[in-house]
Structures are given as C-alpha cells and as structure tokens.
C-alpha cells in the first residue's frame, strides 16, 4: 500500500526556518518524481516544488523561489523541504506526492495533477506567525 508521511510542521515566526520531511513507504520512491503541495485555507492547492529522480533536478513555485529547498534520499526513501525565510503567506498543510511523468506535470490543471500524483499523505501543518 502506498503511503506518504508528513512531519515537520509545526509554528514559527516570520523569517524562522523549518524542515519537512516525507517518509514513503508500499514503494521504491527512486524512479519516481517526488513533490511538496499546500493548500491554504480559501486557496487552490499549490505545488510548491518538485524533485526529479534521474538527475535531481528540481522545480520551485516562483512563491518560494530562493526561499525553499527540495532534496531526496532514496535509500531513506524520503524527501525534504527546507524552508527558510518564511513569510505569514506560507502558512498552510503541506503534504507530498509522486509521480512516474517526472515533474513538468506539477503545474498542470488540479484534474491532471490529482491524476499523475494518485496517492497524498496528510499532510502537516505549517503556521507562520508573530
């Protein structure tokens, strides 16, 4: 059974730092893109970044562009969002997903992103705020 776990969240000020973190499991995460949605209350679901797996390389929302980090570590079976610099308009459940498409799927329409990602964790939530 495939199964994504989110941890990580939690509150932070403005302009603190957090990391998450998204353990897979019921499947090799290896061949697969992996990647980091939110969804913030009253908002559409947003891919905020996304990993490749034959050469690492990586896409970022231009909202976290500088700010955020995605890495993996396929014997762990585990990828990582390093997220510094946070601002209140980040605040929402972040949660992680895969895909075989690679990642220039991340950001097509919500019915074909929901299609080519199939399976979500719960997510975690992330608050920033002073």
């Known amino acids: 059974q495939v199964q994504f776990v989110e941890s990580g969240g939690g509150l932070v000020q403005p302009g603190g730092s957090l990391r998450l973190s998204c353990a897979a499991s019921?499947?090799?995460?290896?061949?697969?893109?992996a990647a980091w949605f939110r969804h913030a209350p009253g908002k559409e679901r947003e891919g905020v970044s996304c990993?490749?797996?034959?050469?690492?390389?990586?896409y970022y929302a231009d909202s976290v562009k500088g700010r955020f980090t995605i890495s993996r570590d396929n014997a762990k079976n585990t990828v990582y969002l390093q997220m510094n610099s946070l601002k209140p308009e980040d605040t929402a459940l972040y949660y992680c997903?895969?895909?075989?498409?690679?990642?220039?799927?991340?950001?097509?329409?919500?019915?074909?992103?929901?299609?080519?990602?199939?399976?979500w964790g719960q997510g975690t939530q992330v608050t920033v705020s002073s």
């Open positions: 990993i490749n797996s034959r050469d690492d390389s990586t």
């Open positions: 019921g499947f090799t995460l290896d061949p697969f893109a």
């Open positions: 997903a895969a895909t075989p498409e690679g990642c220039t799927v991340l950001t097509g329409p919500p019915e074909k992103v929901a299609f080519y990602f199939g399976s």
